[in-house]
């Protein structure tokens, strides 16, 4: 079974661009979830879509956005970027089933803002 | 609110020791759920071991085992017989039991094994 999916898995970004993440669960797993890691502030939880819908958020401001599609793959989206998202983004995929306290993190897409 | 604690930024073992990572939790939820994760320098975080908050025993899963002290909000990883392939950074993390997969993670305990 194909684990957990992220591209691109390096980006380069400048100032008030906006960029695109990508990440693909494991087969079968309808949730998935994002996280910011820096070193700075560690591991936070941006949001978590489940079927097509955000089902929780964290605090980040708006400017960071996501979305899921049927076949449960997700998207996160962050407009105007400023330095301090430089980090690695992590996104998890869980399923539904008896061990569904597992989540499975994908290799990380790491965002350098110049 | 929920909070993970880990209290030691580094340790250092030998290989074939065991190594105890300490881990605090803080929630005023009954139910709920606690993590240990790896993370090697690729960057990729890998489930190691899960612990609910109504087990009657200890989780184990091949070396690694949950030392978990409900009383005083402990959580803490025993790797046992520790390899080269163990070095790597340490994360703690909690989930309520709500139904939503959020994670509250720790600040990490980074692991150095030594031949």
């Known amino acids: 079974k194909a684990g957990v999916t992220q591209t691109p898995r390096y980006l380069i970004k400048t100032r008030g661009q906006q960029v695109t993440l990508s990440c693909s669960p494991i087969?079968?797993?309808?949730?998935v979830s994002w996280y910011q890691q820096t070193p700075g502030q560690g591991l936070q939880f941006l949001f978590e879509?489940?079927?097509?819908?955000?089902?929780n958020k964290g605090n980040f401001p708006g400017r960071f956005s996501g979305r899921q599609f049927s076949n449960s793959r997700s998207e996160m989206n962050v407009s105007t970027l400023e330095l301090g998202d430089s980090a690695l983004y992590l996104c998890a995929s869980s399923s539904s089933g008896t061990r569904e306290h597992e989540q499975y993190f994908g290799p990380g897409t790491r965002l350098t803002v110049t | 609110a929920q909070k993970i604690t880990q209290t030691q930024p580094g340790m250092f073992v030998q290989e074939k020791e065991a190594v105890t990572l300490d881990c605090t939790y803080d929630?005023?939820?009954?139910?709920?759920?606690l993590f240990w994760y790896k993370q090697p320098s690729s960057g990729e975080m890998i489930f190691l071991i899960y612990?609910?908050?109504?087990?009657?025993q200890n989780a184990t899963e091949g070396r690694y085992s949950l030392n978990f002290q409900k009383a005083r909000k402990s959580a803490n990883l025993v790797i046992s017989a520790s390899q080269l392939g163990d070095s790597a950074m340490y994360f703690c993390a909690m989930r309520m039991n709500t139904g939503f997969q959020k994670l509250v993670f720790g600040t990490g305990t980074r692991l150095l094994v030594s031949p």
């Open positions: 879509y489940f079927s097509e819908t955000q089902r």
């Open positions: 612990q609910g908050s109504y087990d009657q």
């Open positions: 087969s079968g797993h309808r949730s």
């Open positions: 929630t005023s939820d009954p139910s709920y759920g």
